[in-house]
């Protein structure tokens, strides 16, 4: 079946202008997460949805970002005002419920959004 | 705060060996530790899962083990092949939290 699938794959815009990060994750999965990855970094965490709960935003570096997912499946990460920081992979993942050590919980990832801020 | 340390320096092992990565953690009791391998350009796929009260587990070439005392995964790779170079990334999580990862370390296996 159809994995998690991501748009665009890359993205460059100019220090200032907004962006918006696109996410479909695997039907079927209720908890969708975005993380950031710099390069030689680790996986930054930025939010997280699970079903109909609010959204964990602990995660989120600035009140320039915020995210949503509507209808339960599709997610858009929108970065406003973008810094040059903001530069990084953007990937996003899904799982059935939320990551725990249920087997059947690992999460799913995109092959992520390349951001360059210019 | 808590902190996953994983080598920062590439591992690099001939073909046919077993490759050995190491995960170490502190201010932190995970409940359960995952690995995942991630190819340049990609995003990571998952590998393996162990729980806190598992000592060890394997699937095929792969096994992972947990120390809870020595709050550290080894992660092995038997009879290694080029196409296992990657990066390869542990993350911890506890209760229905958020998984915390590690920066990963890359593995490249010569011919």
């Known amino acids: 079946g159809a994995g998690v699938s991501q748009s665009p794959s890359n993205k460059v815009t100019e220090k200032g202008k907004d962006v918006e990060l696109r996410c479909d994750p695997i039907s079927g999965h209720t908890a969708l997460y975005w993380y950031r990855q710099s390069l030689g970094q680790g996986l930054e965490f930025l939010i997280y949805f699970q079903g109909n709960s609010a959204p964990d935003k602990s995660g989120l570096p600035s009140d320039r970002f915020s995210a949503e997912r509507t209808g339960g499946s599709v997610s858009t990460l929108t970065i406003q005002r973008t810094q040059q920081e903001d530069s990084a992979v953007y990937l996003c993942?899904?799982?059935?419920?939320?990551?725990?050590?249920?087997?059947?919980?690992?999460?799913?990832f995109g092959p992520g959004t390349r951001l360059t801020v210019t | 705060s808590q902190k996953i340390e994983q080598n920062s320096e590439a591992l690099n092992i001939q073909e046919g060996k077993t490759a050995t990565l190491t995960c170490n953690y502190t201010?932190?009791?995970?409940?359960?530790l995952q690995w995942y391998r991630q190819d340049p350009g990609r995003g990571p796929v998952f590998l393996l899962l162990i729980r806190e009260n598992e000592k060890e587990k394997r699937k095929e070439r792969l096994k992972v083990t947990f120390d809870t005392t020595l709050k550290q995964s080894l992660f092995h790779i038997t009879a290694s092949q080029p196409a296992d170079s990657a990066t390869y990334l542990c993350?911890?999580?506890?209760?229905?939290?958020?998984?915390?990862f590690g920066k990963g370390t890359m593995l490249l296996v010569s011919p």
């Open positions: 993350a911890l999580g506890s209760g229905y939290s958020t998984l915390t």
């Open positions: 201010n932190y009791s995970p409940a359960y």
């Open positions: 993942a899904s799982s059935l419920g939320l990551a725990g050590a249920k087997p059947g919980n690992e999460q799913y």
